[in-house]
């Protein structure tokens, strides 16, 4: 992913360009606040797309500071005035502060990020949504644009309605979509629940009628697992979003009860393409499913506990970037925004705080969210491995960890007799060892 370093002082104008090169480029926006700070950074880390600066904070001669660090240390890295200093007019492009338009231009054409790369952004006033969503759908109440990127190098994606309010979807023109290798199609933002809720309607229906294969239930399953969380983020616990987390809970569990083995519902997911967050949950609830079993306690319920606790434990953070965060080394090396992090760090504890509205919620089930990163009080990254946690907790905090692994290593070199030796060295204390042995016999195959 492309990074940006910006210094503004004005909150305000800070808040916009974060959005904007965020939604329209997909880069990480890391702030500073003095040219100390980004001389700081840039002694430990030099991967760095963009200097986004102004020209001044307080007495300090930002950009000339800014300017003379990067150019000294022979850093080939492009900085953006927002304000005018003379001194560096031919070695930096200048915008007026609140140009965020020509510096998005501008950074597009320097970053050669093309037009279709910033149509597969989610842009301020369209809420993208994958074209294969479309397939299942007769209709919506929703406009549906698509965007045009053949506008010019000076100008930003425009969009055009290719379906009015509650006509008619055309599958054949959908298909050309798909073909002509379309990603998203788009809703207005501010219909974006409204288009979601009627999509997760259609798709639960699917769900509950399907008589067709694994890969079709999956695929079902991981469209109303995003919706849903979504709508949750969005709107709390209402009837709706309610339905929609229990079909999807079923489902999840349907997939762990029966699937024939991890390899080949990887596969399955892989083929689906279907995002790191589902395909986290998934693989958490069906490898839970295999140890539980091997628990001298193990039953039904608490295999259905984990189950919830695997779809709720990461909701409040729905963006694949922050959901691999599982260790301080690896929040460090995100560089997010303070607003970001600390969401992170705080996601155990809120996401249980939400789950305690959820109606008939087995008892213990919030305790495994809360405490599913080591730390009884849900906040944070494990430092060292907390013998307070309910068994549950161990359970779920174990599978993570090897689920973590099945996703960061290539299938050819995955060992599970090594990662069971690495975790008996790790975790050593006393309920984190049955739960290893359990993660032993479980048949994985």
């Known amino acids: 992913m492309r990074r940006a370093i910006i210094i503004e002082n004005d909150p305000d104008l800070r808040k916009l360009y974060e959005l904007n090169l965020d939604l329209y480029l997909g880069m990480e926006v890391i702030v500073l606040h003095n040219a100390d700070s980004v001389m700081d950074f840039l002694k430990l880390d030099t991967a760095v797309d963009l200097i986004i600066c102004e020209k001044q904070v307080g007495d300090e001669n930002t950009i000339l500071k800014v300017f003379y660090a990067v150019k000294s240390n022979k850093l080939d890295i492009p900085i953006f005035l927002l304000g005018n200093e003379p001194k560096v007019a031919n070695d930096v492009e200048s915008f007026e502060q609140d140009n965020w338009k020509g510096v998005i231009r501008k950074a597009a054409k320097v970053l050669k990020i093309t037009a279709e790369e910033m149509a597969s952004k989610q842009v301020p ?155 986290h949950a998934t693989l958490i609830a069906a490898v839970s499913h295999y140890v539980i079993e091997k628990m001298e306690w193990g039953t039904e319920e608490q295999q259905e506990k984990i189950c919830i606790a695997a779809f709720f434990h990461d909701i409040t953070i729905p963006d694949d970037k922050l959901a691999k965060i599982h260790s301080l080394s690896s929040l460090k090396e995100a560089a997010l925004t303070k607003k970001d992090e600390e969401k992170v760090i705080a996601h155990a504890y809120d996401a249980c705080t939400m789950i305690r509205d959820y109606p008939q919620t087995p008892i213990g089930t919030d305790m495994i969210i809360l405490q599913h990163h080591c730390h009884i009080n849900g906040k944070g990254f494990p430092e060292s491995y907390s013998s307070q946690l309910t068994p549950l907790a161990v359970v779920f905090f174990v599978v993570e960890q090897y689920v973590d692994y099945m996703l960061s290593t290539p299938k050819e070199i995955f060992n599970k007799s090594a990662i069971i030796a690495n975790f008996r060295s790790r975790f050593n204390k006393g309920y984190y060892r049955k739960v290893i042995n359990a993660l032993e016999e479980a048949d994985l195959k």
């Open 125 to 279: 006033d369209y809420y993208p949504i994958p074209v294969k969503h479309f397939l299942q759908l007769r209709q919506t109440s929703a406009e549906v644009y698509d965007c045009q990127t053949d506008t010019g190098d000076d100008e930003l994606p425009s969009f055009k309605e290719i379906f009015k309010a509650n006509q008619e979807i055309s599958k054949s023109i959908i298909e050309k979509h798909i073909v002509d290798g379309k990603k998203n199609l788009y809703v207005h933002k501010l219909k974006r629940l409204q288009f979601l809720g009627e999509y997760a309607d259609r798709v639960m229906k699917v769900l509950i009628s399907n008589k067709d294969s694994e890969q079709q239930r999956i695929a079902a399953t991981s469209s109303v697992f995003y919706a849903s969380q979504e709508m949750l983020n969005a709107t709390g616990m209402t009837e709706q979003t309610i339905a929609m987390a229990k079909t999807t809970i079923n489902e999840m569990m349907k997939v762990a009860e029966e699937s024939e083995g991890l390899a080949e519902l990887l596969a399955i997911l892989e083929k689906d393409k279907a995002g790191y967050l589902f395909t």
